[in-house]
């Protein structure tokens, strides 16, 4: 009979060392930068394309550059980290972050910003699976990982709402490029302060990259997320759009067959078949189609409907914010040592299902305490109800080893939702918003019925955006069955699973994480 296993001498000191909470903080700071950035340029461009001359055709590849790197590179950047350190893998994201950052505030010309913005993202990939990773070994005892997770999951939540005020306030006061040199500063400090305060007690055998896989899974994600970013300005029945979703989803069928033959492969598949993990990275993949689609619609309709500067429309974002962290580390971290995890998201998910619906309520002349900020309250306090929980359950079990892939698969789950929200929502309500005025009109499109088409349109898209959300606690409900973790005894280092019963359990199973619940 196998007997109750200790932590190993190198866990033990992780666990103990005071200096894990300041390691929290590197963390964070890291985890906030690459969130925010993906929306911090979007209030920037406009002036970004005046003073560089790019196209309107080509201005999209600011954002598109980023996402496209980013969510293609997860998973190889996620493996990285598991092979050859993450703490390594992290201090190198961060000093490639800050080096590309520089590269995009200087930008002479178009092509220079789009190449800064391209290297941005691949850092990024190497970055966050390796930030989640770290954060999930650090912290194993539940109490102390419900409130490490409760930081993340209201950074995870809120950071891109921090982006648009942070990007409206520098381009307002200072200028567009400190939209990037921004980050070089902060993630230089991070880096320095990462290599004191961070541990990694991975100890693996160097084996050989999964190189085909890598090409396959890459390959197919940067067809995906390169498809729906092309479909918000050709359409999605464009033969290039359905070719590269088309091809992206053959790439990742192919992926998938040679995954499961190979004996080191770049995802290890047992991560995403279990349910709770699948589960989590499903609802939260459907949760940010709708969050990113709100950022948009919410962004053109305070901007453009009602005439807000853009630090004024940032600012109004805040109430969102502030929900999200109040809710992740007062409310979700209490509790989820204390309920199960879907206890926590599928209530979550109905708020946030509430919020977008009480937008489909929005007119022109709407008041922005009547409707925005409640339907931002239920938003915020919902989605931190889902975010922090998510990300612990998508972590949680996981041999150390494998910690990074784990964390690639979630971390992909949200780029590529908010790659598929943001088109998806945006051909949705351009869509609406044309009929509308097509049959409203009596021969001639008046300025305000092409604004309360508009408007109409957002509504279209919120209601769609509500439906998705609903699907999302759907999903959470039926597939996330996990014990609250402070259920759980503790995990062994070596390999990510419970000991004494959890242990035997382990072993009967042949090395599978076991299901909780």
Request: aromatic share 8%.
């Amino acid at each position: 009979m196998a007997s109750d296993a200790q932590p190993s001498p190198a866990q033990q000191t992780a666990d103990n060392d005071p200096r894990r909470w300041w390691g929290l903080a590197v963390i964070a700071v890291a985890q906030l930068m690459i969130v925010l950035d993906a929306t911090i340029v979007n209030i920037a461009l406009p002036t970004a394309q005046r003073d560089l001359g790019i196209s309107v055709a080509n201005r999209q590849w600011v954002i598109t550059a980023y996402t496209l790197a980013f969510g293609g590179l997860l998973l190889l950047g996620g493996r990285v980290g598991d092979l050859f350190g993450r703490k390594r893998v992290f201090i190198i994201g961060l000093l490639g972050f800050a080096v590309a950052s520089a590269i995009g505030g200087a930008a002479q010309g178009q092509e220079m910003l789009f190449a800064a913005r391209a290297l941005q993202g691949a850092f990024g990939a190497l970055l966050a699976p390796a930030a989640l990773s770290l954060l999930s070994t650090t912290f194993t005892e539940p109490k102390e990982r419900s409130k490490a997770f409760g930081v993340y999951g209201a950074i995870a939540g809120g950071g891109a709402a921090v982006g648009l005020v942070l990007g409206g306030l520098l381009t307002e006061y200072l200028n567009w490029r400190w939209c990037l040199f921004v980050n070089t500063p902060i993630a230089v400090i991070a880096a320095l302060s990462a290599t004191r305060t961070l541990k990694d007690t991975m100890r693996q055998s160097r084996i050989r990259l999964d190189l085909v896989g890598a090409v396959l899974g890459c390959g197919g994600l940067l067809a995906i997320v390169y498809g729906c970013a092309e479909a918000v300005t050709r359409g999605w029945l464009s033969p290039l759009v359905l070719g590269m979703l088309t091809g992206g989803v053959f790439l990742l069928v192919v992926f998938y067959f040679v995954e499961s033959a190979i004996k080191n492969p770049l995802l290890p598949l047992h991560i995403v078949r279990n349910r709770n993990r699948g589960g989590a990275a499903i609802a939260v993949a459907l949760a940010i189609i709708s969050l990113f689609g709100l950022f948009l619609f919410l962004t053109f309709y305070l901007q453009t409907i009602k005439g807000y500067s853009p630090v004024v429309a940032g600012i109004s974002f805040l109430p969102m914010t502030a929900g999200i962290v109040i809710s992740s580390t007062q409310v979700a971290s209490r509790l989820m040592t204390r309920v199960p995890a879907r206890a926590l998201m599928v209530p979550g998910l109905l708020l946030a299902a509430g919020g977008m619906f009480l937008l489909t309520f929005l007119r022109a002349d709407s008041s922005y305490v009547d409707i925005v900020l409640p339907a931002e309250l239920l938003l915020g306090f919902g989605m931190g109800m889902v975010f922090m929980p998510a990300m612990s359950v998508a972590t949680f079990g996981v041999a150390p080893r494998e910690s990074g892939s784990a964390s690639a698969v979630v971390n992909t789950a949200q780029q590529v939702g908010g790659s598929i929200g943001t088109a998806l929502l945006n051909t949705i309500a351009a869509s609406a918003a044309t009929a509308w005025i097509a049959s409203h009109a009596a021969g001639r499109v008046t300025p305000a019925l092409r604004v309360a088409g508009t408007v109409h349109g957002y509504n279209t898209a919120s209601a769609t955006a509500a439906g998705i959300m609903l699907a999302a606690a759907i999903v959470a409900a039926i597939m996330v069955n996990q014990r609250p973790e402070g259920q759980h005894r503790t995990t062994r280092p070596e390999t990510g699973t419970p000991a004494g019963a959890g242990a035997r359990r382990h072993a009967r199973t042949g090395g599978r994480a076991h299901r909780h619940g």
